[in-house]
């Protein structure tokens, strides 16, 4: 579906970042299933340079404002895309006036001439209280579906993956995805792609059954720890991603052995806007 190698340039928020997949030795603490897709990516086919620009908590608007202009100028063959999530859980958001904005967006893409992959949202059902926004993720996923089918652009369905009502396929935030969710989101993506890989999925054995008293503890906890925080840091203006810079801001060639985690051990600096030796095209 795509040539190899080529450039794989992964744009959004906190989804692509890696958010819910903790890795010490990497960017931004995190890793995530864009990174894994990258890798690869590179041990199918050794050349692939990748890089990603997300950053955890932007909205739509910002990603356009600070994602689009660097990604036009790095030539992606391969381009990823989730942006809208953060607005659809903001109070006051137009689904139409965003999905406008989201075509605006994914059409100026288009013109890299890259395959582009688009991705629907997820129901996230942690509390009754954000089932309140299930029509607006509805509306947008109807969009993006829209939106995919006339830019010729590659769906992921993510909304229809069984497999994250698996509460392990979550963070403890129960809003991002966990190690486990990010690997079977990369294999997923990798099998649209036509990618041959052999992941280590989420074992699925039964999960054990918890008592009423575990189930309320386990809620208070997560209040306390998630939910206090958050509303705090909305009431401030503040986001986690305010002083955070993209993870792989120029593209990289991503070594088909060790892969990213190699590049961080022999000493690359991501910070130094500097590309992997060899990376710009002739």
């Known amino acids: 579906?795509?040539?190899?190698?080529?450039?794989?340039?992964?744009?959004?928020?906190?989804?692509?970042?890696?958010?819910?997949?903790?890795?010490?030795?990497?960017?931004?603490?995190?890793?995530?299933?864009?990174?894994?897709?990258?890798?690869?990516?590179?041990?199918?086919?050794?050349?692939?340079?990748?890089?990603?620009?997300?950053?955890?908590?932007?909205?739509?608007?910002?990603?356009?404002?600070?994602?689009?202009?660097?990604?036009?100028?790095?030539?992606?063959?391969?381009?990823?895309?989730?942006?809208?999530?953060?607005?659809?859980?903001?109070?006051?958001?137009?689904?139409?006036?965003?999905?406008?904005?989201?075509?605006?967006?994914?059409?100026?893409?288009?013109?890299?001439?890259?395959?582009?992959?688009?991705?629907?949202?997820?129901?996230?059902?942690?509390t009754p209280a954000l089932r309140l926004f299930r029509r607006r993720n509805h509306l947008y996923n109807d969009g993006v579906r829209s939106i995919s089918r006339e830019y010729d652009a590659v769906l992921v369905d993510y909304w229809s993956f069984e497999a994250y009502r698996d509460p392990r396929m979550w963070a403890p935030d129960r809003l991002h995805m966990s190690k486990a969710g990010h690997k079977y989101l990369a294999s997923r993506v990798l099998d649209v792609l036509g990618v041959r890989h052999s992941m280590n999925l989420l074992d699925r054995e039964p999960l054990r059954s918890r008592t009423l008293l575990q189930w309320e503890r386990s809620q208070r906890r997560w209040v306390n720890d998630w939910i206090v925080p958050l509303a705090y840091r909305k009431i401030r203006g503040v986001t986690l991603g305010d002083n955070l810079q993209p993870r792989w801001p120029e593209p990289v060639r991503v070594p088909p052995k060790g892969g990213l985690r190699r590049l961080v051990r022999s000493g690359f600096d991501d910070r130094s806007a500097q590309a992997v030796e060899g990376h710009e095209r002739g």
């Open 1 to 126: 579906m795509i040539p190899s190698p080529g450039r794989y340039l992964a744009l959004g928020d906190s989804f692509t970042e890696g958010v819910g997949d903790p890795n010490k030795h990497l960017p931004n603490g995190v890793r995530g299933w864009a990174d894994r897709v990258a890798e690869k990516l590179a041990k199918d086919q050794p050349g692939w340079e990748y890089a990603n620009l997300a950053i955890r908590s932007q909205r739509l608007r910002q990603i356009a404002a600070a994602q689009l202009e660097p990604a036009l100028a790095m030539q992606p063959t391969l381009i990823t895309l989730y942006a809208g999530g953060n607005d659809i859980l903001d109070a006051g958001t137009n689904v139409a006036q965003l999905l406008r904005q989201y075509e605006e967006l994914v059409a100026t893409l288009s013109t890299t001439g890259a395959t582009l992959l688009l991705f629907t949202g997820y129901d996230v059902d942690v």
